[in-house]
């Protein structure tokens, strides 16, 4: 059991490891119907082990490999996923678990590296992520700031570490895993304490509930929203974690390739729901393997189609195609531009799914938390830069297609330009608000007519 706190001076020890075989049901999706047109791709083993080095994931030539965690498979495996998952556990070394102290635990990184079970390279990553996230907590002042490192990089390296030995393969459709092992309250613990909740606001908290009962009615949502960092989906879940705890646990993430395959993220993407693509800001960075990227993310649309089909779902997608980057000149952010033929095609889905469909501009604020490298990078195997800050989520109201573009006389193709302008400009404006109240210091007084920012959690 675990006791959430939105204060960030809680303790917060690494999920447990249950006997249980069955999912969470906050998880639980409402299938498609029976009689799609769409072929549903199975969903796959989650897990099998590889004979390739784990060197391979910082390779440029081992892409080929790399490529194969997401890609569908053509042998089909009887274990379901949580027998899949128990059966890594069983197997799985419990090296960084029995760690006591820091001490015990970088010592355990070299003896893994010594014995050849850990890649220098990622052993330097692991080390270098520990003393960031130590700094980062030490930073926030939290009292209990040396057990907090410990219990959260514990979990974090045991996770990586069983990853290294037992890769874990994502499906196209990917179900955030509760059992045996809690993957999301894994990776919401590892986050909340970096949040500084005292300097951070969420803007029209009622546009939530809006949402919450839309979904009960088998409504559709989409959320059209700019993307910060690899903590995204822990900072949304963490800011409506005492309003719309269900609104965060069910929702599922569009997510680029390279969370699923860099080795100190692949565990924290484990505990969400994600349909995975391939960026087209990464889709020829090894041409050879672009023909078979543009066939998986067609699966992945099916996939979406299907469960868009079944209603009740919510999904957030980042039409940037990837994370926001400072301005080279000014240092300034702001959200990345949006591409117009991928807001296009989920406007699209939503549409013609059984399920009625609502498109929401979502603005997300919280880059100094775990920001990006400063240009798009090919190579797997970013640093991991890590603070302890004030976040910000704001939500507007659905936007329509068709309220938009009514007085448009333009062709489709500009139509759909101005109604993705529109949005972009809505989850702009969105962003310079919370900007205002958390660097700008401006708190609450930062509100404006269409901007209602509130503290829920207090």
Request: proline content about 7%.
């Amino acid at each position: 059991m675990y006791i959430l706190s939105a204060t960030p001076s809680t303790t917060f020890l690494a999920p447990r490891v249950s006997s249980s075989s069955s999912l969470s049901s906050s998880s639980s999706f409402s299938p498609a119907t029976s009689n799609s047109k769409l072929r549903l791709v199975p969903l796959r083993s989650r897990s099998r082990r590889s004979s390739a080095c784990p060197c391979s994931f910082y390779s440029s030539s081992k892409a080929r490999a790399m490529a194969e965690l997401v890609k569908d498979k053509e042998e089909e495996s009887s274990l379901s996923a949580v027998e899949s998952a128990q059966r890594r556990e069983t197997k799985h070394s419990r090296t960084f678990l029995n760690v006591t102290s820091e001490e015990e635990l970088l010592s355990a990184i070299r003896l893994e590296t010594e014995a050849g079970r850990l890649p220098s390279n990622l052993a330097s990553g692991m080390e270098e992520l520990y003393q960031n996230y130590k700094n980062a907590i030490l930073q926030s002042g939290n009292p209990k700031a040396d057990e907090v490192v410990l219990s959260n990089m514990t979990a974090a390296l045991d996770r990586i570490f069983l990853d290294i030995e037992d890769p874990f393969v994502f499906s196209p459709y990917h179900k955030a895993l509760r059992e045996p092992f809690d993957y999301y309250m894994f990776g919401q613990n590892y986050i909340r304490p970096l949040v500084d909740f005292r300097n951070s606001y969420v803007g029209n908290i009622s546009v939530f509930y809006d949402m919450e009962e839309k979904l009960r009615q088998g409504h559709n949502i989409i959320l059209i929203s700019n993307h910060q960092t690899e903590a995204d989906p822990a900072v949304i879940a963490l800011l409506l974690e005492t309003t719309n705890p269900h609104l965060a646990e069910k929702m599922t993430y569009i997510a680029g390739d390279r969370v699923v395959t860099d080795p100190l993220c692949k565990p924290f993407s484990i505990g969400r729901n994600l349909i995975c693509v391939y960026s087209k800001k990464h889709m020829n960075d090894v041409p050879e393997l672009a023909e078979m990227k543009r066939k998986a993310n067609t699966r992945s649309l099916k996939e979406m189609a299907l469960l868009l089909r079944g209603g009740s779902q919510i999904i957030w997608i980042a039409p940037s195609g990837g994370r926001d980057r400072p301005d080279p000149v000014t240092g300034e952010w702001y959200p990345a531009p949006f591409d117009a033929s991928a807001l296009d095609n989920l406007r699209r889905l939503a549409e013609h799914s059984a399920a009625p469909g609502h498109i929401y501009p979502l603005a997300l604020l919280c880059h100094n938390i775990m920001p990006p490298p400063r240009q798009v990078e090919k190579e797997i195997g970013e640093k991991r830069m890590i603070s302890f800050h004030g976040t910000g989520l704001s939500v507007a109201p659905e936007m329509s297609f068709s309220d938009i573009t009514a007085s448009c006389d333009s062709p489709e193709e500009q139509a759909r330009e101005a109604y993705t302008q529109s949005v972009y400009n809505i989850v702009t404006e969105q962003y310079n608000v919370l900007k205002s109240a958390i660097h700008g210091q401006q708190g609450l007084k930062a509100s404006t007519p269409n901007v209602s920012l509130s503290q829920p959690w207090n």
